[in-house]
């Protein structure tokens, strides 16, 4: 889950004393080669024959494997440089967004899971071709998760990963990306979806141990719990005050509530009822509708697997409250006048931006406290979170695109030629992060930031909604479902579009911000956006004929364990595909779930 935190500038300026020790050096050496040969035995070992084994690695992972590469999978660097920077400013609050998950995580495993593993599908688009008939929800459904991983989730986990590596390691940025790229390029291309959950497992435990270390040594500076509890309310910057501008009060001075997880409707900066409403839809996306961490549930042994992921996943969930919210708290305490400043010329001097230096509380830290050789391990920690993000975007990205979207194009395609064109996606990835990484160098980002939170509060509600009614209500229609996801979507385009011309509300602008646009808390207008989505799709619903219950066996909660035969809704189409596929001379497959295609102008 991301956060609302303003971004920093192109011209960052590196953190004082940087990393340019031997022992450094040489544990982030040690761990890059490690990664490699971890990878590099996975695509040895593992089997990637088919289509299901090179993107769901045989539906055979073990629960451990798949809980850890969840946690990795969602552990980015922006979680980090957001969740430490949004914490120094306001608090523990942000916090309630990780301890939101392990709930959603049992509904993932419990509820979600079981439907699709029954549906035996490989991507969520597809599920929902299956649940509703037609292609035009799934080749929407997937366009809009290709276009939320290129240019949300890959710009944000390269603009923050660039931003650590200038301000932390002073490194050339566009070097340093390219050989990250490369590593994990390699995997992922060759390896299949194996290589990244072994990987993801390698990073994980590299992510706790970095974490957990980093936050003994801010707790051990500040002098304990009831010293951050004691420090933190007076950890204001010395500056205030500009030529003839003074800050306000609010700008500058911890908030009253800040170890208050339930915070005032009104006036809260996360708003009580917006963590009990809001926040679970936005999360109900992220866990049990988002490709990238169902396809991990989809490759467990067994249900029983899938739920132990998923429980493994929850614990871990609990810590970046201790190793991440606080550790930024304490970066406030430590660094007050760089991690909290106020006035343009001082956040501008430290960070290289005019607005707040929030983001770099996180790096503070670990150049600020680690010793040698902790703290090359701490690097390898947040640039294992960075490619274990990448590795999972691209795996997931690549399934979309080609079981989704080029099925449709090539219906006879074979599953050689899916799996060529899954990894040449792959590398068009990859070369569109690279160019990603030049806009970084030469683009103001602050925008990037506010864009962030903006995507995922007023864009997912719909799809949440739609995936809620296709598991729990069997009355929901293809129409209905198509129409309420459209207008939904306009909505919240709308309002994004909206906010991004007025632009970040910052303490040295006046604010002329319309109140419909900036006094509606944006975990406030989610709810309103995803009840909108629910009651438009219900109502279409209502005025057409429903689905008959022989084609929705084990598709939905009411018939899960239902032992009829299901006819699909696109069993035609895919009797269509599989005649298309085989040829006069050879031997006839078994059709594949993904195999379906609609011919032109159908839905």
Request: glycine fraction near 8%; charge should be neutral.
């Amino acid at each position: 889950m991301y956060f609302p935190w303003s971004g920093i500038a192109s011209n960052w300026s590196a953190v004082d004393s940087g990393v340019n020790n031997a022992v450094d050096i040489l544990v982030m050496v040690l761990y890059f080669l490690l990664v490699l040969g971890i990878g590099m035995w996975a695509i040895i070992s593992s089997s990637r024959g088919t289509v299901e084994d090179f993107f769901l690695a045989g539906r055979n992972l073990a629960w451990w494997l798949a809980g850890a590469s969840l946690f990795a999978s969602n552990i980015g660097t922006a979680h980090f440089m957001g969740l430490a920077g949004t914490a120094a400013t306001s608090g523990v609050a942000v916090g309630a967004f990780d301890w939101n998950a392990p709930f959603l995580l049992c509904v993932l495993g419990w509820i979600f899971s079981p439907i699709y593993i029954k549906a035996g599908v490989v991507t969520m688009p597809e599920y929902l071709r299956k649940r509703f008939g037609g292609c035009r929800i799934q080749i929407l459904l997937a366009t809009l998760y290709l276009l939320l991983y290129v240019f949300h989730k890959i710009s944000v986990e390269i603009c923050t990963g660039a931003m650590f590596m200038r301000l932390v390691l002073g490194l050339d940025i566009y070097l340093i990306t390219i050989v990250l790229l490369t590593i994990t390029g390699i995997y992922t291309i060759t390896g299949g979806f194996a290589a990244v959950v072994y990987t993801d497992t390698v990073h994980a435990g590299v992510i706790i141990l970095g974490s957990v270390l980093l936050m003994g040594f801010a707790f051990k500076e500040v002098g304990g719990y009831q010293e951050l509890l004691h420090k933190y309310l007076n950890a204001k910057p010395s500056i205030t005050q500009e030529g003839n501008w003074t800050a306000k009060p609010e700008c500058y001075l911890p908030r009253p509530d800040s170890f208050h997880i339930f915070r005032d409707p009104i006036t809260g900066d996360i708003p009580w009822p917006g963590v009990v409403f809001g926040l679970p839809i936005l999360s109900l996306y992220y866990w049990c509708t988002d490709q990238i961490f169902v396809q991990r549930c989809l490759a467990g042994k067994n249900v029983s697997h899938v739920k132990g992921s998923c429980i493994l996943c929850g614990y871990l969930k609990l810590l970046p409250m201790f190793t991440v919210v606080m550790p930024g708290m304490i970066s406030r305490i430590l660094y007050t006048d760089k991690v909290a400043c106020v006035t343009p010329s001082e956040c501008e001097k430290h960070c290289g931006a005019r607005t707040t230096c929030s983001p770099i509380a996180y790096p503070m830290l670990i150049v600020g406290l680690l010793p040698k050789g902790a703290r090359g391990l701490m690097l390898s920690t947040l640039w294992a979170s960075l490619m274990s993000s990448l590795t999972s975007i691209f795996n997931s990205a690549s399934a979309l695109f080609t079981l989704d979207i080029y099925t449709q194009i090539r219906p006879m395609a074979t599953e050689k030629e899916l799996m060529v064109t899954g990894r040449f996606f792959v590398i068009i990835l990859l070369a569109l992060t690279t160019i990603r990484v030049h806009l970084v160098q030469t683009t103001h980002s602050e925008q990037l930031f506010n864009y962030m939170q903006a995507v995922m509060s007023y864009l997912v509600p719909p799809i949440a909604a739609v995936f809620m009614l296709a598991v729990f209500c069997k009355r929901v229609t293809e129409q209905g479902a198509f129409w309420g996801l459209i207008g939904g979507l306009l909505t919240g385009f709308i309002r994004m579009v909206s906010e991004f011309v007025q632009g970040p509300q910052t303490c040295s602008a006046n604010s002329k911000c319309p109140p419909i646009i900036c006094s509606v808390h944006y975990l406030y207008f989610a709810t309103l956006l995803f009840l909108l989505s629910l009651f438009t799709m219900l109502g279409i619903s209502l005025f057409t004929d429903p689905i008959p219950d022989k084609h929705l066996h084990r598709l939905c909660w009411s018939l899960r364990n239902s032992r009829e035969e299901r006819v699909d809704l696109d069993a035609e189409v895919q009797e269509k595909r599989h005649a298309l596929r085989t040829q006069p001379g050879e031997e006839e497959e078994e059709p594949k779930p993904w195999a379906g295609s609609c011919p032109v102008g159908q839905e």
